[in-house]
């Protein structure tokens, strides 16, 4: 079984920046890909970028690109999404999530596994 709990999210003015933290627990030597995606009020659930285990390779969605980062603490088991710039339109719920197969295949019914979410409140 595989737990993920994001932490960091809050409020910040536009222009600023936040780190979500990803802490994953259990087994993890099943996943091969993890995601961040986020949500807003009314809106559907976008994704924003992938993480690939094995190659530690990362891709961004258009709409984060150069302003968004993604990376992992092996150590720590733990995915960051470091997000600069941050605009009104970033406000959502961010979620991490994790996947059973690589992210180049990776449909979003292969992340099997979510967090809670938290969320990102940007004020212009």
């Known amino acids: 079984q595989v737990q993920l709990v994001e932490s960091g999210g809050g409020s910040v003015q536009a222009g600023g920046s936040l780190r979500l933290s990803c802490a994953v627990y259990?087994?993890?030597?099943?996943?091969?890909?993890m995601g961040w995606f986020r949500q807003a009020p009314g809106k559907e659930r976008e994704e924003v970028g992938m993480?690939?285990?094995?190659?530690?390779?990362?891709t961004d969605a258009d709409s984060v690109k150069g302003r968004f980062a993604i990376s992992q603490d092996k150590a720590k088991k733990t995915l960051y999404l470091q997000m600069n710039s941050l605009n009104v339109e970033d406000t959502a719920r961010y979620y991490c999530?994790?996947?059973?197969?690589?992210?180049?295949?990776?449909?979003?019914?292969?992340?099997?596994?979510w967090g809670q979410g938290t969320q990102v409140t940007v004020s212009s």
């Open positions: 999530a994790a996947a059973t197969a690589t992210c180049s295949t990776a449909a979003v019914s292969d992340f099997k596994y």
């Open positions: 993480f690939e285990y094995q190659s530690s390779r990362t």
């Open positions: 259990g087994y993890t030597l099943s996943l091969y890909c």
